[in-house]
């Protein structure tokens, strides 16, 4: 899918910006100039898009082979990889709205209907923005921001699935040059290297799973 770049103001320090309305990201350099695409580097994901209205999902996962080396996870649905984008009405979701769900479910933040002022779509967060309520959200859709009256964290997805919460057992794993983390979004099971834990031993330091994955996923927006 080809880049939709549309002009949507300045910033504070009067840097013209730009936004890419197909890929939900920015489509300008450092001095405001506007880019010919925008910088979302995984545009081929755009080009499979799958209605989960219309497909019956009974497992959604997404798994980080080594979130050590790579922040862009696989999607498993019903089993098999899913290379793309979800639908429904006019969502569409990417990995990174599964991995803010993930984090906003280890920071046992409830998870909210907020909608953009500006385009009236619904809202997700995800990287820091997934376990940090705040009040005033960026639209990923229109790239305007809106404020909400309470400080919040939105969902898209949860407004379509009943998402439980992630429960964890009391042990710690080493972890060396790898850390596979697989996430089941619909039963809220959260594996890492195929165990259940709530520590890791990282580097030396010892360090609960929701601050070591809140710091590896903070800026995954």
């Known amino acids: 899918m080809k880049c939709n770049i549309e002009y949507i103001g300045k910033?504070?320090?009067?840097?013209?910006?730009?936004?890419?309305t197909v890929h939900k990201s920015f489509a300008y350099d450092k001095f405001g100039?506007?880019?010919d695409e925008c910088l979302w580097s995984n545009k081929e994901i755009y080009d499979n898009i799958l209605n989960i209205k219309q497909t019956e999902i009974k497992s959604l996962k997404i798994i980080y082979a080594n979130i050590l080396e790579s922040v862009i996870p696989k999607i498993i649905i019903n089993?098999?990889?899913?290379n793309g984008v979800l639908e429904y009405d006019?969502?569409?979701l990417t990995y990174k709205d599964f991995g803010g769900i993930m984090l906003a479910k280890l920071?046992?933040?409830?998870?909210?209907?907020?909608?953009?002022?500006?385009?009236?779509?619904?809202?997700?967060d995800n990287g820091q923005f997934a376990y940090t309520p705040h009040r005033v959200h960026l639209c990923l859709y229109c790239g305007h921001l809106f404020r909400a009256k309470e400080k919040n964290i939105g969902s898209e997805l949860a407004m379509l699935y009943t998402i439980?919460?992630?429960?964890?057992?009391?042990?710690?794993?080493?972890i060396d040059?790898?850390?596979c983390v697989e996430y089941d979004m619909l039963k809220g099971t959260l594996l890492?290297?195929?165990?259940?834990?709530?520590?890791?031993?990282?580097?030396?330091?010892?360090?609960?799973?929701?601050?070591?994955?809140n710091y590896l996923l903070k800026d995954n927006f």
Not at 11 to 20: D, L, V
Request: aromatic share 10%.
């Open 11 to 20: 910033s504070r320090q009067g840097i013209t910006k730009y936004y890419c």
């Open 33 to 35: 100039n506007k880019l």
């Open 79 to 82: 089993n098999n990889e899913f």
């Open 90 to 92: 006019q969502s569409l």
């Open 107 to 124: 920071n046992k933040v409830s998870l909210e209907v907020v909608k953009c002022s500006h385009c009236g779509r619904y809202h997700s």
């Open 164 to 174: 439980p919460d992630i429960i964890l057992k009391d042990k710690v794993l080493e």
């Open 177 to 179: 040059n790898y850390c």
């Open 192 to 213: 890492i290297n195929n165990q259940v834990i709530n520590k890791v031993l990282f580097k030396g330091k010892e360090l609960d799973i929701v601050e070591f994955l």
